[in-house]
């Protein structure tokens, strides 16, 4: 059952485009489909095939309105690495479906842009959550945000410098082991986007 | 000492600050240094030069792969071409090329159905070390496929991995690039708090030492102006100022308490002068009239004999007993009035030990009584002194001391000597000693041991020593015996007192 298409709403602020797709319910819960193309323009294939390990992390929160905390949240990390000898995208992908990891291969940059933009099936929430209120969803894609691993590593390098963020060897720099301690995240990665959808609830008109 | 106090005081407060303050401002300017530093060493070690051609190095390897791709690809062509059609003569062909092409490993033509239908491997090793294959495939008529294997060096695939395991970290550490630089800041800045920590601990505590000495110094001088003039404060091993200062302090207390000491004994003296000229005035005035009649009542007696012998006997007898008696009296008030009318010192410059040579010489009869034994040190001793009076000092201690070892003849051993800037003189004998507890009592005018004894003459000796503005004291001699030592100031040091 579809339930609402997931319209542009206007008016949301500098930074949040809004959100196409459809939810609907499908087994007894919230099914999503979006379509995040802005997040990866034409331009975003030379980064992703430079041959190193790019990282996208996709969050989807499903929060009631007014502004409250959000009731349900999906993550999925899809880790991309163009392989310069076999010239294929080695894709990576973990969500709550597989916590391990699916390994996915693609040969060319248009499939993989549209595996990267055009969310399908994501399972949000159990639609017993929704109720009556009037809820809206929230997608927020970020290319290569500072990760767990990525800080690990970068205090590794820094407490290590001579070792060149190698693993195991012993610090030689006292300095640099305390700045490592103390490396914090700081902001989020650079390429950011997102995107909200118009508020809507089951009970609404635009429920189909 | 026991004004010891345990909360800090308003001048240590002061000097720990103090200590604060200078250990913070260098760790500000060091900070802001710090920081400076490290964005600086950032821009080079992470220089986005660098970290771009880091990140193009992969490509570098995909135009590399790629180009060995093709190269594989045209020798391929250039097996194909030349392969023979009868399978014998292609296999020829084969083995021929796999010695020509460099880097082919195995080149097999199939039909096309897969059947092998001439085939060739290499033997020998790969001259470039491990390899990984790169297959070249063309297609000939009829469907066949002349499939060739090529080797790829392998190290290419693990250099590859290296930079771009390398190209990400560096990428990583410049999108943390701020945080970094913060990170630096704040492990300087922990590691500087930490040694301005142990730095100004080490000062306050050195500081606390040299403050706590001068609070002891000024809870000192408080009990000093509440009448505690027994108070010394510990001056320490130290040899600063601050020392110095408390054993000035300590100086000027004993000083103080000498004085006071002196003053006190003199006044009780002159108390008790006062008191024995009473004394000898209103014993001296009966003894004449009793010694006058009594002389008058024997004479009587011897005039008219008609009496009783019985009476005259014990007239006698009485008058004996009556004129010992007023003898006594008579010495006693001689006692008396000698020490009531002890003369002003009229002090002149003498050398310590030529005074007491002197002494000896001109008083054989100490001699009779005791074998005296004078040392001397070396040096002169000068001090301001009343011949008359110190002579009576020397004499009484003399005879002091052959009493006390009695009815043997005494040893005496006197001594004349310069020690912490003043003159010396030491009485000692071999005798019983004076017990501690009665020390503090020996020269009290009227204290004696003896029972002939008027407990006058120690009264004597110190308030004369006194008056030269010396001092007196009695302790034990080593080995045994009653020693009084007399310290007086050197002339020229201080006057002797009036």
């Known amino acids: 059952m579809l339930l609402a298409p997931l319209v542009a709403v206007a008016g949301l602020a500098h930074d949040v485009a809004p959100l196409a797709g459809d939810l609907e319910i499908k087994d007894g819960r919230l099914v999503a489909g979006f379509d995040l193309g802005p997040a990866f323009p034409p331009d975003l294939r030379k980064q992703l095939g430079n041959g190193l390990t790019n990282v996208v992390v996709l969050h989807v929160t499903l929060a009631p309105v007014p502004g409250e905390e959000p009731a349900a949240v999906y993550v999925r990390e899809t880790e991309v690495l163009y392989d310069v000898w076999e010239e294929t995208y080695r894709v990576t992908l973990r969500d709550p479906g597989h916590p391990r990891g699916h390994h996915l291969t693609f040969a060319a940059w248009e499939a993989l842009r549209a595996f990267l933009a055009e969310v399908r099936q994501i399972d949000v929430a159990p639609a017993s959550i929704l109720g009556d209120r009037t809820w809206v969803v929230s997608a927020r894609v970020e290319v290569n945000p500072v990760s767990q691993e990525l800080l690990d590593r970068t205090r590794e390098l820094i407490a290590n410098p001579a070792a060149g963020a190698r693993v195991g060897g012993a610090s030689r720099s006292v300095l640099g082991a305390m700045a490592s301690y103390l490396l914090g995240k700081g902001a989020t990665g650079a390429d950011v986007h997102v995107f909200r959808s118009r508020p809507f609830s089951a009970r609404g008109g635009a429920i189909r | ?498």
């Open chain 2, 1 to 498: 000492m026991s004004a010891r106090r345990h909360l800090p005081s308003r001048f240590e407060l002061k000097i720990a600050l103090a200590l604060v303050l200078a250990a913070v401002l260098p760790l500000l300017a060091a900070l802001w240094l710090a920081s400076r530093l490290a964005e600086e060493n950032l821009a080079v070690g992470l220089n986005p030069r660098v970290i771009e051609r880091l990140e193009a190095t992969p490509g570098l390897f995909r135009d590399l792969f790629q180009a060995r791709k093709q190269l594989y690809a045209e020798q391929a062509r250039i097996i194909a071409r030349g392969l023979p059609a009868d399978p014998q003569a292609a296999a020829r062909h084969l083995e021929g090329a796999i010695r020509r092409t460099p880097r082919l490993r195995r080149v097999a033509w199939l039909a096309a159905d897969g059947t092998p239908l001439a085939e060739a491997e290499a033997t020998e090793p790969n001259p470039e070390g491990e390899w990984r294959a790169a297959p070249a495939r063309v297609s000939l008529s009829g469907g066949e496929v002349l499939e060739c294997t090529f080797a790829i060096e392998a190290r290419f695939f693990a250099e590859l991995d290296e930079v771009r395991e390398l190209a990400e970290t560096y990428q990583g550490a410049s999108a943390l690039r701020a945080d970094i630089q913060r990170s630096y800041v704040r492990a300087f800045a922990v590691i500087l708090v930490a040694f301005a920590l142990l730095a100004a601990a080490a000062g306050t505590w050195l500081a606390r030492r040299t403050t706590r000495r001068v609070s002891d110094l000024i809870a000192a001088v408080r009990e000093l102006a509440r009448g505690n003039l027994g108070i010394q404060v510990d001056p320490g091993a130290a040899t600063d100022e601050v020392a110095g200062l408390a054993r000035a302090f300590n100086a000027m207390v004993r000083e103080v308490r000498e004085s006071r000491d002196r003053i006190v004994y003199l006044e009780k003296i002159s108390g008790w002068q006062d008191v024995a000229r009473r004394l000898a005035h209103e014993i001296k005035n009966p003894l004449t009239p009793i010694q006058l009649a009594f002389q008058q009542l024997e004479a009587r007696w011897r005039t008219e004999p008609q009496g009783s012998p019985e009476f005259g006997r014990l007239l006698s007898e009485a008058s004996q007993i009556v004129k010992e008696e007023i003898g006594t009296l008579q010495r006693l008030v001689e006692d008396f009035s000698g020490f009531a009318r002890l003369p002003e010192v009229r002090a002149e410059e003498t050398d310590l030990g030529a005074f007491v040579e002197d002494f000896l010489a001109t008083t054989p009869q100490l001699a009779e009584s005791a074998d005296i034994r004078l040392t001397r040190a070396a040096g002169d001793c000068p001090v301001a002194l009343d011949r008359t009076l110190m002579r009576r000092v020397l004499a009484n201690l003399v005879e002091n001391a052959a009493q006390a070892t009695r009815p043997g003849k005494a040893a005496v051993h006197l001594g004349v000597a310069r020690s912490a800037g003043r003159a010396l003189l030491t009485v000692a004998d071999e005798g019983p000693g004076i017990p501690p507890e009665l020390r503090g009592r020996i020269f009290d005018p009227y204290f004696t041991t003896r029972s002939e004894g008027t407990g006058l003459g120690l009264a004597i000796v110190k308030k004369i020593v006194l008056q030269h503005g010396g001092e007196i004291e009695v302790g034990e001699r080593p080995g045994g015996g009653a020693l009084f030592a007399i310290a007086m100031p050197l002339a020229g040091a201080s006057g002797a007192r009036r």
